[in-house]
């Protein structure tokens, strides 16, 4: 099953002065493992910017124990919270609908995953 990460600032929290305000990001993965590094990642880029990173290992602990469902990690220190929601190949499929090639008229070509999962992250990435 595919996951979806969500990235956004909550602006109740107080965010710490030194930490640049993240922007609000949107991207599919294929896996739970997949899903579990994309967060990883997310973390060690907010801790490269921090002086005291110590706050950000219970956070780490949650991102690798992060059940199938999904679940949100946040809000961190400098304010942003990731959300990892499970979600169905339908529910990413819209943005891929038809396969590349496919001339107008032609019946829809089932897209494959990898396929599916470019097309969603590529349609994100450009709005």
Same mark, same amino acid.
Do not use: C, R
């Given at each position: 099953m595919p996951y979806t990460i969500t990235?956004?600032?909550n602006e109740d929290a107080v965010p710490i002065p030194v930490i640049p305000k993240p922007k609000d990001t949107r991207r599919a993965v294929a896996t739970l493992e997949e899903a579990r590094a *994309?967060?990883?990642n997310a973390l060690y880029r907010i801790e490269g910017?921090?002086?005291d990173p110590r706050p950000l *290992?219970?956070?780490y602990a949650q991102a690798d124990t992060l059940p199938e469902? @999904? @679940?949100t990690i946040g809000p961190l220190p400098d304010g942003t919270v990731i959300e990892v929601r499970r979600r169905s190949w339908r529910d990413l499929?819209?943005?891929c609908r038809f396969h590349p090639d496919a001339e107008i008229g032609d019946d829809p070509i089932d897209p494959t995953p990898a396929e599916i999962i470019d097309a969603y992250n590529a349609r994100k990435a450009n709005r």
């Open positions: 990235t956004w600032h *994309a967060v990883n910017e921090m002086d *290992a219970g956070f469902s @999904g @679940g499929s819209p943005y």
